[in-house]
């Protein structure tokens, strides 16, 4: 054994140094405090530099700090004699920490602190009374600047300003000012296609499958294609996370896609603990327009009132039941349940009192299918019948109108001879002739080009058609359809009852 002493400095970047500095001066910070402590190793001829435990990006209270933990372990095992400290709060923050190592471990394995910039030296005995007070001062100190951090950005998030450094996929944070969103237009294209595919009726899981067999980079592969860092701790490599229903989901519950912003959905327990948790929904801040919407408002609202009634996909074509909750049987008016056989897909009546009536999903699809545009046809028709009065006075000013331009048409061609007859007889001079001449001319361009807008509309109306629906979705069942009651089959027939919603 010599008579040198092994120390071991710890260095850390705190979250606090980088609310104040630069991102330039990150390492600057990490370097004066190295530079400090070398300094003062090297006007101590007994101290020989072992080992660095450096925690980047960690907080003092965090308990997550990697190399501080290396730190620790190093000491228990007697690989140094001196931990070196640019202060005490770069040790930790937290009084427990200090009361436990600096008071109790470190004593216990012989192991000296040092801090510089407040004198602390656990070799000094009297030096104890000083350190706590530190310690306390520290711990106040993050307390406090947790809680300034917090009511910052709670005011910030209040003003509709975005906090988060990540813009929501769909949008970019706006370059000019990085507390507003811009939309980006590539991905905005595939957030319109998720709400298109779910009012067509695809599942979550449906639409995650459809962007990934399209290769559509999922959120997080798509933000790493675009060089933005993000703190995922995750095995996958990012090129490998691909579209979950989640993420389907958040896309389309999120209400940032009509021009909303919404913030504070979580947040951590206290500057101790880390840990994030969900608030409730009534504690978010939501700001109202402040950024260019990708969806309508009408859209997002029919979104959201099927998500709320959802139901399970159907197994065979993972689209959204149309018939979730709406059929019954007529026999005993329970609700009829599905059932899949390895063929068809079913709905029976459950009830074990009943005489238990089942139907094929197709069957019943195509039967509802049939009565809602025999329905529509007979609507329209009488809408047409309804509005046939009103319409024909409408075609009666068009043609009213159609005469009075022929009129004028004819009535200006007459002229050009009259006016012809006059030049002839020397009654206008040719100059003259040639001026009115144009002028009428002119005029007639002017109502031939009315005459055939005219006509075009009267033909227009002769040619009323209507949609009729060529599949059922859960849209059009919602929008139509409050209940179905299911007969069983007496003499091959089944009686069927559908209340409209209507
Ligand atoms: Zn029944």
């Known amino acids: 054994m010599n008579n040198y002493l092994r120390v071991g400095i710890y260095l850390r970047l705190s979250k606090e140094d980088k609310d104040k500095l630069n991102k330039e001066d990150d390492s600057e910070s990490i370097k004066n405090q190295r530079h400090l402590l070398y300094d003062y190793i090297s006007h101590h001829n007994n101290f020989i530099l072992v080992d660095e435990y450096c925690d980047e990006d960690l907080s003092g209270a965090g308990t997550y700090r990697p190399e501080f933990n290396r730190l620790i372990n190093d000491c228990e095992n007697k690989k140094i004699d001196i931990v070196l400290c640019k202060s005490q709060s770069r040790f930790s923050r937290d009084m427990e920490i200090i009361e436990k190592y600096l ?27 000083a350190r706590q007070i530190n310690g306390l001062v520290n711990e ?6 947790s809680n300034n951090i917090r009511s910052a950005f709670n005011s910030k998030m209040k003003q509709g300003e975005l906090i988060s450094p990540f813009a929501p996929f769909g949008y970019d944070i706006n370059p000019l000012d990085n507390n507003k969103l811009i939309i980006d237009s590539p991905a905005s294209l595939i957030v319109k296609d998720i709400f298109n595919l779910y009012l067509k009726g695809y599942s979550f899981t449906k639409i995650a499958n459809y962007l990934n067999k399209q290769n559509i980079p999922s959120p997080s592969y798509y933000k790493y294609l675009k060089g933005i860092k993000l703190n995922i701790v995750s095995s996958k490599k990012r090129e490998d996370i691909l579209w979950s229903n989640n993420a389907i989901k958040n896309i389309l519950t999120n209400e940032v896609y009509i021009g909303n912003l919404i913030q504070g959905k979580r947040t951590t327990i206290s500057y101790k603990n880390h840990k994030v948790i969900k608030k409730e929904p009534h504690t978010w801040l939501k700001s109202l327009n402040t ?4 969806i309508s408002k009408d859209i997002f609202n029919k979104v959201q009132s099927i998500i709320k009634t959802k139901s399970k996909p159907l197994k065979k074509t993972g689209l959204l039941n149309p018939f979730s909750h709406k059929v019954y049987c007529l026999e005993c008016h329970h609700l009829m349940r ?60 068009l043609i009213k109108e159609q005469k009075e331009l022929e009129t004028k048409i004819k009535h200006n061609q007459n002229i050009f001879i009259t006016l012809y007859e006059d030049k002839l007889n020397n009654l206008i001079t040719p100059l003259e002739y040639k001026k009115l001449l144009s002028t009428y001319q002119k005029q007639n361009i002017i109502y031939k080009k009315e005459l055939k807008q005219i006509k075009n509309k009267l033909l227009a109306k002769e040619n009323i058609s209507f949609n009729q629906f060529t599949n059922l979705n859960k849209i059009i069942t919602d929008e139509f359809i409050t209940k179905i009651y299911i007969s069983k089959i007496n003499k091959q027939n089944r009686e069927i009852k559908i209340i409209w919603n209507i």
């Open 291 to 294: 950024h260019e919407p990708i």
């Open 103 to 129: 008071h109790n471990k470190f004593n216990e394995w012989h192991i000296r602190f040092i801090s510089l910039a407040d004198n602390a030296d656990t070799f000094n005995l009297g030096n104890k009374k």
């Open 140 to 145: 106040w100190y993050l307390e406090d600047i």
């Open 338 to 397: 599905k059932k899949n056989s390895s063929l068809h897909e079913y709905l029976y009546c459950p009830n074990p009192l009943c005489s238990n009536p089942s139907i094929r999903y197709d069957t019943l699809s195509n039967l509802i299918l049939n009565h809602l545009n025999s329905l529509i046809k007979n609507y329209y028709k009488e809408e047409l019948f309804h509005n046939y009065l009103n319409k024909l006075n409408k075609d009666n000013n």
